[in-house]
C-alpha cells in the first residue's frame, strides 16, 4: 500500500475526497474496481462520434453554487437544457406533466389557473400526507394521468406496484401550470463537453494521488490503512452479513443508426405493454456537436443479480430492516467513513454526491485538525 489513506472507489464522491485531501496536502491511494474512473457517470466516444452516457444518462444540475463552481474547476460544463418526452396509449407528450402536457391529454386549451383548478377537482384531496408513491400521484395529479405516464412506467422501473414504492421517488419531478418543459428546475443545468470521465480524470490529477483500476478489495486487506473511505456498497464492506441489499440495474441494448432517430434524448415509453422504459439518443446530449450517426441505448430494467452492476437501491421495508442494521455496524466501525449512493444506499444525484463528498472532506480535515476520530457516517442513510 502506497499511502495510508485508501479511498474505495472512483466516483464522483472518491474523487473529490481524494481531491480535497490532495489540496489539503493529504496522500491518497484511490482504487476502482472498474477499468475506468466516473462510477456510472462515465462516458466514452464510440467510433461514430457520439458520446455515449455508457450507464444511461447523467445529466448535472445543481442550485448550489459551490458544487457548480467546485466541477466548473475540472472542465468546461456546456449549458445543457433536458427534456423529456413520454409515449403513452398512442400520443406522444412532454414531461414532466405541465400544461402543455394536461391540454394535449385532455384535449382542452386551459389557461394556467383553469389547468390549476381542473388538476386539483380531478386530485384525490382525501390524501393528507402521501406515503406511497400511488398517493404522491393521485394527490397531485388524479388518477388520469397517473395512469398515463407513471402507474406503468414505475411498475416496469421498479418492479413493483407503486403502492409499495415510497412518494420520494415521485417527488423528484415536478407538475408545472406553465408551458415550462424544462426536466429540472435548478439555475445550473449542463453536460461536460467533452464527457464525464475527463472531469473526474482532471480531479484525480495531482501528484499526491495515486488511483488504481480494475482492482477489487475488501475490508480486511485494508486493516493497515490509516482511514478508509467507502463509496462502495455498504453491505458489501460488512461481507453481508445482514443480507444482500436489493438493487435494481439495467439492461442498455444499444444500437447505430443515421440521421435522427426520435428527435430528443430521451422518449420514456409509459406503457406497461412496452418491455422497456425508454429510449436514449445519445448525440442530443451534446446539441453543441454534429453527427452523421446516431447511437441509441434502449433500456430495461431488472432487479440486480450476483455480478451485476447496482443502480437504483430498492429501499423497501425489507431493505430498510437490512439497512438499519448495516447503519448500525457502521456507526460502530472505526477507521472507516462510507459515502456516496453505495456507500450510503441512497438515490443520489450527481450534485448531491458532489455535496456530500465536500462535506466528507471537510469533516475529515477539522477532525485531524482537533485530533479527534473522524465520523463513519458524516451523512445518514435513514
Ligand atoms: N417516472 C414515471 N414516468 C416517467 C418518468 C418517471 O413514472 O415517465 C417515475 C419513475 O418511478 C421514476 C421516477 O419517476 O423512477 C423518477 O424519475 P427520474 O426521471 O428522476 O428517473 P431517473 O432518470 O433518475 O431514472
Redesign the pocket.
Known amino acids: 500500500m502506497t499511502a495510508s489513506i485508501v479511498i474505495v472507489g472512483a466516483g464522483f464522491s472518491g474523487a473529490v475526497v481524494a481531491r480535497q485531501l490532495a489540496d489539503a496536502g493529504i496522500a491518497s491511494w484511490v482504487i476502482d474496481g472498474r477499468s475506468h474512473v466516473a462510477g456510472n457517470a462515465h462516458t466514452e466516444r464510440r467510433p461514430n462520434g457520439v458520446m455515449v452516457h455508457v450507464y444511461?444518462?447523467h445529466i448535472f444540475h445543481t442550485a448550489d453554487t459551490r458544487v457548480w463552481d467546485y466541477i466548473n474547476r475540472f472542465g468546461v460544463m456546456e449549458t445543457y437544457n433536458h427534456r423529456?418526452k413520454?409515449t403513452s396509449q398512442g400520443a406522444v407528450y412532454s414531461?414532466p406533466v405541465n400544461l402543455h402536457t394536461i391540454n394535449q391529454f385532455f384535449g382542452l386549451t386551459l389557461s394556467p389557473s383553469e389547468a390549476e383548478q381542473f388538476i386539483a377537482s380531478r386530485a384525490d384531496s382525501s390524501i393528507g400526507t402521501p406515503v406511497s408513491?400511488e398517493d404522491q400521484a393521485l394527490k397531485f395529479v388524479g388518477r388520469d394521468l397517473y395512469e398515463a405516464?407513471?402507474?406503468g412506467?414505475?411498475q416496469k422501473?421498479?418492479g413493483v406496484s407503486?403502492t409499495e414504492?415510497p412518494a420520494s421517488?415521485?417527488a423528484?419531478?415536478p407538475v408545472r401550470f406553465s408551458y415550462e418543459d424544462s426536466?429540472f428546475n435548478h439555475p445550473f443545468q449542463a453536460i461536460p463537453r467533452d464527457g464525464y470521465t475527463p472531469i473526474v480524470e482532471a480531479m484525480l490529477d495531482h501528484p499526491l494521488i495515486e488511483v488504481t483500476l480494475n482492482k477489487k478489495v475488501t475490508p480486511e486487506e485494508l486493516k493497515s490503512a490509516e482511514h478508509v473511505f467507502w463509496s462502495g456498497p455498504i453491505d458489501e464492506y460488512f461481507g453481508g452479513r445482514f443480507g444482500r441489499l436489493g438493487y435494481r440495474t439495467l439492461d442498455f441494448v444499444e444500437t447505430e443508426a443515421q440521421g435522427d432517430f426520435q428527435g430528443c434524448p430521451v422518449m420514456?415509453y409509459?406503457d406497461p405493454d412496452v418491455p422497456y422504459t425508454?429510449i436514449t439518443e445519445h448525440k442530443h446530449f451534446a446539441p453543441w456537436e454534429t453527427h452523421e450517426g446516431t447511437t441509441l441505448y434502449t433500456e430495461y430494467s431488472r432487479l440486480a443479480e450476483e455480478g451485476d452492476i447496482e443502480y437504483?437501491p430498492i429501499r423497501q421495508v425489507k431493505e430498510k430492516e437490512q439497512l438499519h442494521q448495516y447503519v448500525e455496524a457502521a456507526r460502530n466501525a472505526q477507521k472507516v467513513t462510507f459515502l456516496g449512493r453505495l456507500g450510503t444506499y441512497r438515490?443520489l444525484d450527481m450534485d448531491v454526491t458532489i455535496k456530500e463528498a465536500l462535506e466528507v472532506a471537510d469533516e475529515f480535515l477539522a477532525c485531524r485538525r482537533d485530533s479527534r476520530p473522524m465520523t463513519p457516517l458524516v451523512v445518514q442513510p435513514l
Do not use: D, E, S
Request: hydrophobic share 45%; glycine share 4%; with cysteine.
Open positions: 444511461g444518462p423529456v413520454a414531461l408513491f405516464f407513471f402507474k412506467y414505475t422501473q421498479w407503486p414504492l421517488i415521485l423528484r419531478l426536466y420514456n409509459c425508454r437504483y438515490y
